[in-house]
């Protein structure tokens, strides 16, 4: 069965995906005038900002922390230990260009979920299903849509999450060959503390994501850059091997570069998720002035990703013996610890340990706010939502107990069939956001802070949130005098 999966998938990435995803993100790039690179110092404006509507509502930050949640987790470490060892040093190169390109499908996607979101009980849910069926009409697309997020990163992501969190800490504390008992531990508090934090709602949610996500982050980023450190003198030429074999002669004529190239883009993919219409459910959450805002911050959220988590993963492996940290038969996080044990000493394989814990719980945590959104799409009332999360808890348990060969192979099946559904609908609808961000940089221009009114666009249909209620004014904001001038 497995086999089969895994078959099926690599010709859904090779042939439909990966050509897919990198040409529609420059189609994007283009018809968005390179927002991805011209707006970087807006991101970080923006990301500060709190939120324009109830007291509670999520801000841009907190719906920032929840997508990176779910897009920082085992891939960040595992996944990019795995294209260095079978693409070499030159497919982080092309993790780079593919979040770089990503960016702008990033932004596009996740200021569709804001503009089409709806308003539930003072709270804003929004994704793919919502712009699908409001902006195209295809009630039946959005369906299938919410299906498969909702059953990928809802119940098959956080199976794997949870296995891995078990793996990590088999090889820490279970000695050789690991133990089961701790496996059910381990499985059963883990489960209890998913249920305590996915019981309370989407704040909840939040503020878990806004406290856990930049502590996790600063810990590992911290670690490497005590490697950095260490092996200063080295960090010229690893930079310089990246790139020599991202465009080597030598690495032309054996085939090398094709090899770093579907690595990187494959991996650097998965990672960030650009374009695959998860991060829109988190986006659609944020109480902001403008849609094109939480397309910022969105894009910012790739670079974190990507850029920041990713690269580290790479300079932890790369400045270890190059001859072993590629190449070889050791693969996924055990390659990482191995980097982190040879340079620091075996302290380090239980500091990794803890960092797997951080990114794969908060993994489990973000995944099922993408299913949590969808759920509420299709049926709208509590029952299936507390079904949903009865499921959810049930299979963090068995992901913690069970052999995951085959759950990996879906979710590999899931995946690309998730961003092929994505794209067909945004790739038509990007004309929409090119006029948002115009209307958002006109406003920007003038000095003011930038505030969408569906009014200002009534040729867009079925917009159920932006009519003047869900965020204050640019006057009641900013006390601009001007604006307020034309108000009264």
């Known amino acids: 069965m497995s086999a089969l999966l895994e078959a099926f998938s690599g010709w859904l990435w090779s042939y439909l995906a990966i050509p897919m995803l990198l040409l529609s993100g420059v189609y994007l790039t283009y018809i968005c005038r390179g927002v991805q690179i011209r707006l970087i110092p807006e991101m970080f404006r923006v990301i500060t900002e709190r939120n324009h509507g109830d007291k509670e509502a999520i801000s841009s930050f907190k719906a920032f922390t929840i997508s990176a949640a779910s897009r920082v987790g085992t891939g960040n470490i595992a996944g990019v230990a795995t294209a260095i060892a079978l693409g070499g ?27 089409y979101k709806s308003e539930q009980q003072y709270r804003y849910h929004g ?5 699908i ?35 990590a800490m088999q090889t820490s504390f279970g000695g050789e060959g690991g133990s089961e008992t ?8 883990l489960t209890i503390l998913t249920g305590l934090i996915i019981f309370g709602g989407v704040q909840t ?27 200063i003198d080295r ?20 085939g090398g570069v094709g090899a770093a190239i579907m690595m990187g883009v494959r991996r650097g993919l998965f990672s960030n998720e650009a374009g695959m219409g998860s991060v829109p459910n988190a986006s659609a959450t944020a109480s902001v002035s403008h849609p094109v805002k939480q397309g910022l911050v969105q894009t910012l959220g790739v670079y974190f990703d990507t850029l920041v988590i990713c690269t580290m993963t790479a300079v932890i492996i790369l400045l270890a013996d190059p001859s072993h940290a590629y190449g070889d038969q050791t693969l996924g996080a055990s390659l990482t610890q ?30 099922y706010y993408y299913g949590e959104s969808n759920i509420q799409y299709m049926f709208g009332g509590k029952l299936w939502l507390q079904l949903f999360r009865v499921l959810v808890l049930a299979f963090v348990l068995i992901g913690s107990v069970a052999k995951v060969s085959v759950v990996w192979a879906m979710a590999d099946v899931f995946m690309p069939l998730l961003a092929l559904t994505n794209l067909i609908a945004i790739l038509p609808l990007a004309g929409i956001v090119a006029r948002l961000l115009k209307h958002y940089r006109d406003q920007r221009r003038q000095g003011v802070e930038p505030v969408f009114h569906r ?34």
């Not at 040093?89 to 503009?115: I, K, N, R």
């Not at 701790?182 to 508090?189: F, K, N, P, S, T």
């Not at 960090?235 to 054996?254: L, Y």
């Not at 949130?465 to 108000?487: F, I, M, P, Q």
């Open 205 to 231: 949610i939040s503020k878990v994501s806004v406290t856990v996500v930049p502590v996790m982050a600063v810990l590992y980023l911290g670690i490497g850059a005590l490697v950095i450190l260490l092996n």
């Open 338 to 367: 191995w980097a982190l044990a040879e340079q620091l000493g075996n302290w380090a394989i239980h500091f990794l340990t803890f960092a797997i814990l951080l990114f794969a719980f908060t993994s489990v945590i973000g995944n």
């Open 89 to 115: 040093p030159g497919a982080v190169f092309w993790m780079w260009m593919v979040a770089l390109v990503g960016g702008a499908t990033s932004f596009v996607e996740s200021t569709l979920g804001q503009l």
């Open 182 to 189: 701790l496996a059910w531990g381990v499985g059963i508090a």
């Open 127 to 131: 994704g793919p299903a919502y712009y």
């Open 455 to 488: 009014d200002e666009m009534p040729d867009l249909k079925n917009i159920e949130c932006w009519d003047g209620s869900d965020h204050v004014t640019r006057a009641e904001t900013y006390g601009d005098a001007a604006v307020r001038a034309l108000k009264n």
């Open 133 to 167: 069926q409001r902006a195209l009409g295809w009630r039946w697309l959005a369906v299938v849509f919410a299906v498969m997020i909702s059953i990928t990163y809802g119940l098959v992501f956080n199976s794997v999450q949870a296995n891995s969190i078990v793996d």
């Open 235 to 254: 960090v010229p030429a690893m930079f310089g091997e990246i790139f020599a074999h991202a465009f080597g002669w030598r690495e032309i004529a054996s």
